[in-house]
Nanobody
């Protein structure tokens, strides 16, 4: 059975950077790579929010709140999805999950989150 490892979260001050990784040795990445991969974040008490999406051709879409600060990328050889987060703000705090979707591929896709997520905390 494959293993999904989400990593890269942590605590940073506003303006800092983090790089999240989601490495999957199972079937999830391969299942969705040909459709849509993305990152979603969850803040307690708030609706889950899609922040970035990348389709099979490498085209990317971002939530307006992270546009210009976050960059999603993927490595299909390593079955790994990345999220580079720069100029972090306190409102970026949350639990981030890698995710897959079928159908249209943008930050509002109907994502299926994987794994336990990785925590991001940004202090002011």
């Amino acid at each position: 059975q494959g293993q999904l490892v989400e990593s890269g979260g942590g605590s940073v001050q506003a303006g800092g950077s983090l790089r999240l990784s989601c490495e999957d040795s199972g079937d999830m990445y391969r299942t969705y790579e040909g459709r849509c991969l993305g990152w979603v974040r969850q803040v307690p008490g708030k609706k889950r929010e899609g922040v970035a999406a990348i389709d099979s051709g490498g085209r990317t879409k971002y939530a307006s709140s992270v546009m210009g600060r976050f960059t999603i990328s993927k490595d299909n050889v390593k079955n790994t999805l990345y999220l580079q987060m720069d100029s972090l703000k306190p409102e970026d705090t949350g639990t981030y999950y890698c995710a897959g979707a079928v159908g249209y591929c943008d930050e509002q896709a109907d994502f299926d989150p994987w794994g336990q997520g990785t925590q991001v905390a940004v202090s002011s």
